[in-house]
Structures are given as C-alpha cells and as structure tokens.
C-alpha cells in the first residue's frame, strides 16, 4: 500500500487561512488502511483545524467528506456539490489522489493534508516499513524477494557496498543492510550461486528517472486508437 | 457568576463506572462538576469523542480505565492510554492545553478514589479558566461562564 503521514496542524492551519469554506477530504484506499486518512482521520484533522482557527477566532466552516478511492474519477464524482460548496479543499489521499482531485476541479485550490512517504507493509501493528521504490522494472526474482534498489539504502545491484556492520546498514544501526538480507534469503533458499552471475544492467528509463510515467491498456479502454 | 468547569468522563464499565457507583453508596463527596459517560471498555475511546467534546466547549476530559493489568478485554485500558497521549499531541498542535485532558486507572473497588480524581480534574480546571471555545453567549463580559 502507499504509506502517508499526516501534516503538521498548525502547517496546515497557515495555508488555509484565506479559505472561509474548507472541506476536509478523505480516501477509503491506502490511507485508511495505514491510519492516515481515512473517515476517522478527516474527523480527528477537522477538529483540530477547528480548534486551532477558534482559538485565533477566524471564522471558517469545516465540512468531512470521504470518498471511496480519490484516485479515480468515479468516485470523485459522489462529492460534487461539496466541493463546489468549498473555497478550498483539503485532501488526505496520497499524492495521487491530491493530483486526481486537483484535475477534476481547475478552479477549486487543493491542499494536501499528508506527506505522502513510501509503498510499504505494515510491519507490525502502528509500524509501516518502506518496501517498493516503484522503479519500474522488477528484479525481485534475481535478489531472493528482496529488493536491492529499496532496501539497501544505496541501491546496489551488484553486491554489498563493505560498509555495514553486524548485518546492519551504515547510515542507521537500527536499518537492515539490505545485502546481507538478499544473502541470508538467498542462502536459505539453496540459491547463492545465483549471485555468482553478474546482475543485469537496470533499465532506469522505467523508473521515475524516465520522466512521469502512463501505462495503456488498449484491451482496456472504453476510447481506444481504432474509434479515432 | 463564578466560574464551574464542566468535565466529560469517559469512563469504562467494568471499573471507574462502578466506582462511581460506589462513591455514591460511600456518600464521599466530589463537585458535581461531572458528566459521566459510560462505555464498554476506554479501549472504545476514540479520539474523535475527546476533540469533539472540547470543540463542544467542555472544559475537561477524564478517561478512566482499569488498572494496567486488569482490563476485562486485555489491553483496551492500554490502548486508551496511547490514544489520550496521542490526542494531546494533536490538542497542542492545535494551540490548545492538553493539560484539560487526562487519563486515570482504577479499580471497581476505588469509590474513594473515583471522588479524588474528580476533585483533582475540578482542581485543575479552575486553574485554567474556562474552554476558549466555549460559545461566546456562554461567557459574561469578563471572559468567564455564566
């Protein structure tokens, strides 16, 4: 899932100030399951906004709204006549559903209420852990399910960089290095001459590093090439 | 008119409720300051309860739970600790004083202290002065509630 944050109230406070009619927004997807913000979160953030522009007595109205996912238009559509009913909405979706929000309503400005971190995995109750870096081209299958480019905080391909210490990472005594997880994985596994080979050089035009990135699925669209 | 703080205590059914009861059958003697509200467990708190009743202009909020160790669901007394922890981060994000807000634990068997604690909260809140959110036809022109 996508992992997200909240952001700080008093940050948030400062940039809706100009906003009479505020609409905090909420997403039923990734954020509500990492306790982000989902429908108890948009209550728990509205109140606080409305404790905090009280206490500096500014008028404004708060209204909560969550949608089932904000990243797709068909559900951004159940909230139509609150948003038009908003000067400013504030959205608590991942960065994807801040954008999503903000296409669908040119006029209307657009707040996010969380950082948006990481692709993770709840790691244990009230503990999300970094997972995926989203780069674009897999190579799980090669590093025993580990992946390299994301949990070894330097994203070697090609071995460890000779640095960690106790099967710990330089950069936090408290982070795994990522190598000796792909070695004891691998190890367990029967599998360590896999390794022997040299890694494959990566495709980073996949990644991010390729510019903002659109997959098509003609089989999929309802417009495709052929109807133009 | 003098000012009496109001405070909403949410408090679980298996102790402080019943302490409440029997503060009553012991005659002790507390302020009748307190609202009591009473749920299953304070496992059931929700932070929304605690916002919401300051944003409504209550004055203070008690969560009161078993002692650690014997909630009647495990750890729901636990689990309110860190959620009323986690509201007061958030209140003094807000600018707000957490210090309206406060979590007890005691037995079924604690009249006596059940009579304290509100006596200490009432303490308290009239240290503070009354909730700045309180609605302002509430207040007299000196700031304080009628």
Known sequence: ?228 | MNYEPKILALCCHYCAYAAADLAGSMRAQYPPNVRVLRLPCTGKVDMGYIMRAFESGVDGVIVAGCLEGGCHFQEGNLRARRRVEMAKNVLTEAGFDSNRLEMFNLSSAEGSTFAEIINTMTERLRGLGPNPLRHERERTPEGTVA
């Open chain 1, 1 to 228: 899932m996508i992992v997200a944050h909240r952001k700080n109230i008093q940050d948030l406070k400062a940039a809706l100030t100009e906003y009479k009619n505020i609409l905090v927004l909420g997403c039923g997807g990734c954020v509500t399951v990492c306790l982000a913000g989902g429908e108890r979160e948009v209550g728990m953030i509205s109140s606080a906004l409305r404790i905090a522009f009280r206490l500096d007595e500014e008028e404004h109205e708060i209204r909560e709204e969550t949608i089932e996912r904000q990243c797709e238009n068909q559900f951004i559509e159940d909230i139509l006549d609150e948003v038009q009913w908003a000067d400013a909405v504030v959205s608590l979706a991942c960065g994807a559903g801040v954008q999503a929000i903000a296409e669908r309503f040119p006029l209307v400005p657009v707040y996010p209420g969380l950082d948006t971190k990481f692709i993770g995995i709840l790691q244990e109750q009230g503990v999300w852990a970094e997972k995926c870096t989203a780069c674009g081209k897999c190579v799980l299958g090669t590093y025993g399910a580990v992946c390299p480019v994301t949990r070894c905080s330097k994203s070697l391909l090609s071995g460890p960089c000779g640095f960690a210490h106790n099967g710990k990472c330089e950069i936090a005594p408290d982070r795994d290095c990522g190598w000796q997880l792909i070695y004891d994985r691998l190890k367990a596994l029967g599998k360590l001459d896999t390794l022997l080979e040299p890694a494959p050089l990566q495709d980073w035009s996949q990644s991010h590093e390729g510019g903002c990135r659109v997959i098509v699925r003609e089989d999929q669209r309802v417009k495709t090439t052929l109807d133009k």
